[in-house]
């Protein structure tokens, strides 16, 4: 079965310091997703991208997130400047038609 | 505002009893109602849409407009089926891109 991968599974980073988490979604997929969920809280909605452009973000997705799908395989999410709060487990989905998500396993981000 | 409400944080059964995890959510349109398990350590997987009224692994969940409920049951429990259970809206304006919404999850624990 198709399976959308992330990677690493856990980035320990200093506050401050810039990360990129990458997703390689399921090959004929056409929209992507990034989620998060910090640790004991529920699963929040960051962005959607499809054909190439964010379609959807959220409140929490400002200006220190960036997305990018700079080939036609990777799906990267950019925190320029991280901060305590923004250690959670990312989750990263793809869909082929927006009626289903696969998600991958997840990175863990800890901002020490 | 669109919310999901999972009220059980934890629900422990023993193997063999019947399980009912409760979700009920407010949204004004035709939402689209979905369950998603997490094992141990794995990553989200979808486990039941409404739209396709399917039984998984034992699981049924009827969406009820009137209560705006869509609980999640299974008549006989089994160890293996302990995980956490997400229950999520998807909104239904007709973007393909529409976020998923996630209630904050149930832990099904079951005992032998």
């Known amino acids: 079965e198709p399976e959308v991968t992330q990677t690493p599974s856990h980035q320990v980073t200093q506050m401050g310091q810039e990360v990129i988490l990458r997703c390689v979604p399921i090959s004929n997929h056409l929209y992507f997703y990034w989620y998060r969920q910090i640790l004991g809280q529920k699963v929040e909605f960051l962005v959607s991208f499809y054909n190439n452009e964010i379609s959807e973000k959220s409140e929490i997705f400002d200006d220190q997130f960036s997305v990018e799908r700079p080939d036609g395989s990777n799906f990267t999410l950019k925190i320029r400047s991280t901060k305590l709060e923004d250690s959670a487990m990312y989750f990263c989905?793809?869909?082929?038609?927006?009626?289903?998500?696969?998600f991958g396993s997840g990175t863990r981000l800890t901002v020490v | 505002a669109q919310r999901v409400t999972q009220p059980e944080k934890l629900l422990s059964v023993f193997k063999g009893a019947p399980v009912e995890l409760k979700c009920n959510y407010s949204?004004?349109?035709?939402?689209?109602l979905f369950w998603y398990v997490q094992y141990s350590r794995q990553r989200l997987q979808l486990l039941l849409r409404h739209i396709s009224r399917e039984s998984i692994k034992g699981f049924t969940a009827d969406l009820n407009k009137g209560e705006t409920s869509f609980h999640l049951k299974k008549p006989f429990a089994q160890e293996e089926d302990s995980a956490m259970y997400y229950c999520?809206?998807?909104?239904?304006?007709?973007?393909?891109?529409?976020?998923?919404?996630f209630g904050t999850g149930t832990l099904l624990a079951v005992q032998p």
């Open positions: 999520a809206l998807k909104e239904n304006y007709g973007g393909a891109t529409n976020k998923l919404i």
């Open positions: 949204y004004s349109g035709s939402p689209e």
């Open positions: 989905a793809s869909s082929a038609t927006g009626l289903g998500y696969t």
